[in-house]
């Protein structure tokens, strides 16, 4: 089965994603750690990654889709799990374009002022990339991996109000375009991680769900 994660920033997407993957075998790919990924080894591509992600700005189609097509060729026919691609229609048409083509998109729904509270307390594992809420694990270590917790540097209040008026003018319109196809399942994403992914397990028909 192949699995598509879409909503705004942070709405949970990662850390559903790391539920599934304790219960299904499947190839996992997050755009926003690959991409950070990319940053961080200083590259020359990172550089011109880093200029749109600090600001807010979702990075290009044609460059994000040469990382994904890339990795997805590496995968075979092994399930895949894709963790924030697509984030645009040209992205997603692509993708269908490409024959990869999702089983279920998973949509997850949280309104703004429930998004900016948390972005205000996020922080991410400098180890393991796991994210944790300030308000939980306060200032750390990582519960996880015992690693440094950090503030990302997208995280600031402006920049999330960019990257949200981006999902909406950008992503939104997969949620119609998945819902036409007949693969989306929306998700309250308010509700507490385990309740959230009670309802992701139902719709990826999990044991015990
Ligand atoms: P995330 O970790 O999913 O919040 O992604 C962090 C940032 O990476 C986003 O705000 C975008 O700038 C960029 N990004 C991640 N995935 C994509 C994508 N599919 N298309 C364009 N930009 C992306």
């Known amino acids: 089965m192949n699995v598509i994660l879409l909503g705004p920033p942070a709405c949970g997407k990662g850390t559903q994603c790391q539920l599934i993957l304790k219960q299904l075998a499947m190839e996992c790919l997050g755009t926003g750690q690959l991409l950070r990924d990319e940053?961080?080894?200083?590259?020359?591509?990172?550089?011109?990654?880093?200029?749109f992600i600090n600001?807010?700005?979702?990075?290009?189609d044609a460059l994000i889709m040469r990382m994904v097509f890339k990795w997805l060729n590496g995968v075979g026919e092994k399930p895949w799990l894709l963790d924030g691609f697509p984030r645009t229609l040209v992205q997603a048409e692509a993708l269908n374009a490409e024959g990869f083509r999702p089983?279920?998109?998973i949509g997850i729904e949280v309104s703004q002022d429930v998004l900016e509270e948390r972005i205000l307390s996020r922080l991410i594992c400098s180890s393991c990339s796991a994210t944790h809420s300030r308000k939980v694990v306060g200032d750390g270590p990582c519960p996880d991996c015992g690693?440094?917790?950090v503030v990302r540097d997208d995280d600031g209040i402006e920049s999330f109000r960019?990257?949200?008026?981006?999902?909406?003018?950008?992503t939104k319109p997969l949620y119609a375009y998945y819902e036409a196809q007949g693969s989306l399942v929306r998700v309250?994403?308010?509700l507490p991680p385990?309740?959230?992914?009670?309802?992701?397990?139902?719709s990826l028909k999990l044991p015990g769900a």
């Open 188 to 190: 309250d994403g308010t």
């Open 103 to 105: 089983d279920v998109v």
């Open 39 to 51: 940053v961080s080894s200083g590259s020359e591509l990172g550089k011109e990654i880093d200029s």
């Open 55 to 60: 600001h807010g700005a979702y990075v290009p």
């Open 162 to 170: 960019k990257r949200y008026a981006n999902f909406n003018e950008l």
């Open 194 to 202: 385990e309740q959230v992914f009670e309802r992701v397990a139902s």
């Open 147 to 149: 690693g440094v917790l």
